[in-house]
């Protein structure tokens, strides 16, 4: 099914949303250990440089309260990969993703065709994992989306960020989107600069759109970016 069609479920969180965070729960059945290092070393042959770092996963959200836990990325992988495997993980892992905002309008990026995940559709930018990063001592979200900023578009300074203004679940892999809004009065061409310089590959392309063009778009974006241009629209 086309995932810009499927029913994701849209929460409306707090600005000041608590997070807090738990132990993790222990895999103790052995076929469940051998299902996921399966699917982890197929898809390091295909993708050599996959790194099993630590991931945030959610055990309960509520419009003022986040709570969660920290896991190895390779269960992700693997709910991603096998719909049996997802029925005995049940992880909700969780990312944060922005729209860009600059004087010209909304900056979107299209996923790499080569990308894990939703290859070759439109989103906000950026957009990635929580994951557990040197140094962290508590979970941080706003630095979480900072960091994003300088991997994929090579942006580090004169940005603000507001929000976060919802959580986006998608109704299959259970990846829960947490929406802020990241403003710069750095122009378009100066964006597009840094990313090509600086930034990874996680995009194959940028756009900058402004908004009184933003309507006919919606639909060929990913719901948590749709929800946040009806969110943020002057």
Request: proline share 7%.
């Given at each position: ?8 479920t849209l929460t409306t969180l707090s600005p000041d949303i ?46 003022n309260t986040l709570s969660g836990f920290w896991c190895e ?162």
């Open positions: 099914m086309n995932p810009i069609t499927q029913n994701w608590a997070v807090t965070c738990h132990e993790p729960p222990t895999v103790t059945d052995p076929a469940l250990e051998q299902g996921i290092e399966s699917i982890w070393q197929e898809t390091r042959q295909k993708h050599p440089g996959l790194y099993n770092g630590r991931v945030f996963c959610l055990s309960d959200l509520t419009e990325y390779r269960w992700v992988l693997a709910q991603m990969r096998s719909p049996e495997l997802a029925a005995q993980l049940r992880l909700r892992s969780l990312a944060v993703t922005a729209l860009l905002i600059c004087p010209e309008g909304v900056v979107l990026g299209r996923r790499n065709p080569k990308s894990l995940y939703l290859p070759g559709y439109w989103q906000g930018v950026p957009a990635g994992s929580v994951e557990a990063r040197p140094g962290d001592k508590t979970i941080d979200l706003k630095a979480q989306l900072l960091a994003e900023l300088e991997e994929e578009i090579g942006l580090g300074e004169a940005v603000s960020i507001s929000g976060p203004f919802l959580a986006c679940e998608h109704d299959t892999t259970h990846i829960v989107d947490l929406g802020f809004a990241i403003r710069t009065s750095l122009g378009f061409a100066d964006i597009e600069t840094a990313w090509r310089a600086r930034a990874n590959d996680e995009y194959d392309a940028l756009e900058c759109h402004p908004w009184h063009e933003i309507a006919p778009l919606t639909s060929r974006v990913l719901p948590t970016t749709r929800a946040l241009l009806e969110r943020l629209a002057p």
